[in-house]
């Protein structure tokens, strides 16, 4: 590519996406933002004299080397796809993103690096990586190295993972600053649920020297840690895990958990509510009263009177209260004076 460096002003290039073999830009030293990726043929580039740049993207390219060392406020570094063997950041300290996979990296030093919120290095032959001072880390993938562990701890405000980071030659040492697990409480069982992680859990193994209960089992299926007892916040539990690192190397890795909280399940016991049969009392019913009228009597005091439609002149009657018998009837004599 000729002719750029006649324009000593330039501010941004874009140059993807052709299939350049060199690219020089010594001469545009104000240059902030320069896209020069998808040049398969480029193996080289030079941006030494671009103290100015903050951007760069070179990936998918034939680049071997790559010295930013000059570029002081780099802000994002987009590298990937080369055939990079080494890579120095460390006075890059403005740089937020970095992008570096599918290279043939073997270390990165990365603790200078402060501002980093972005990293992707995965895919190298990176044997490990410490990201204790890379506080404001959000996204993080760095899974198909040659790494055993990885301490998370302080990266508290890292929410995002790349594809496979749990589940593939690298898991992370965890702990409560980095993700809660809490352990269940069930009546007289306590337990860890391990699937609430993205693990792989046929590939978790349970270290019993690591435990202090004896009778601590592990269920694969539903990757839950049973304990013979309780344990406290804070505590930790420690586990292994089979990797697929190759087989000169540790296949094997310790996952440490903590604690965050207790989660007491218990259903509460319900007791049948007595019920209170209420009680009836029988209506008391009236009975209607029987009036039973004196016989009159003759002369013998034997038979009645017979009926001869005389007018017999008729006293005054005189009702005698006597008394309530059983069933409630009242009793109620008339009785003829004569």
Not at 248 to 260: A, D, F, G, P
Not at 284 to 295: D, H, K, L, R, S
Request: glycine letters at 4%; aromatic letters at 8%.
């Amino acid at each position: 590519m000729q002719g750029i460096e006649y324009f000593s002003n330039l501010r941004e290039l874009n140059c993807c996406n052709n299939n350049l073999s060199s690219l020089d830009v010594s001469s545009n030293t104000v240059l902030k933002t320069l896209y020069c990726d998808n040049n398969n043929n480029l193996s080289s580039l030079d941006v030494s004299s671009n103290t100015a740049l903050k951007t760069l993207y070179c990936s998918v390219n034939n680049l071997s080397s790559l010295d930013v060392s000059h570029n002081a406020v780099l802000e994002t570094l987009y590298c990937a796809n080369n055939n990079l063997g080494s890579l120095d950041v460390t006075n890059n300290t403005a740089l937020t993103y970095l992008s570096c996979y599918e290279n043939n990296l073997t270390s990165l030093d990365v603790t200078n690096n402060t501002a980093l919120t972005v990293l992707r290095c995965y895919e190298n032959n990176i044997s490990s990586l410490d990201v204790s001072n890379n506080t404001a880390l959000t996204y993080l993938a760095c899974h198909k190295n040659n790494m055993n562990s990885l301490d998370l701890s302080k990266n508290t405000t890292l929410s995002r993972f790349g594809q496979d980071l749990f589940g593939s030659e690298i898991l992370p040492v965890l702990n409560t600053q980095f993700v809660s697990i809490p352990m269940y409480k069930n009546g007289d069982k306590y337990y860890i649920d391990l699937s609430e992680l993205p693990l792989d859990l046929k590939r978790v193994i349970i270290n019993k020297d690591w435990m202090t209960e004896d009778g601590t089992t592990y269920n694969s299926t539903s990757g839950r840690i049973y304990l013979s007892d309780t344990k406290n916040v804070g505590d930790e539990v420690r586990y292994s895990y089979e990797t697929n690192a190759p087989a000169s190397s540790n296949t094997k890795m310790t996952v440490t958990l903590k604690i965050s909280e207790v989660k007491d399940i218990t259903e509460p016991t319900t007791e049948e509510p007595t019920t209170e049969q209420p009680t009836t009392e029988q209506p008391t019913t009236e009975q209607p009263a029987v009036i039973v009228p004196a016989p009159t009597q003759t002369g013998n005091g034997k038979d009645p009177a017979p009926n001869t439609g005389d007018a017999t002149p008729i006293y005054p009657v005189i009702f005698l209260l006597l008394a309530s018998f059983a069933g409630g009837v009242t009793l109620y004599i008339r009785r003829k004076q004569k």
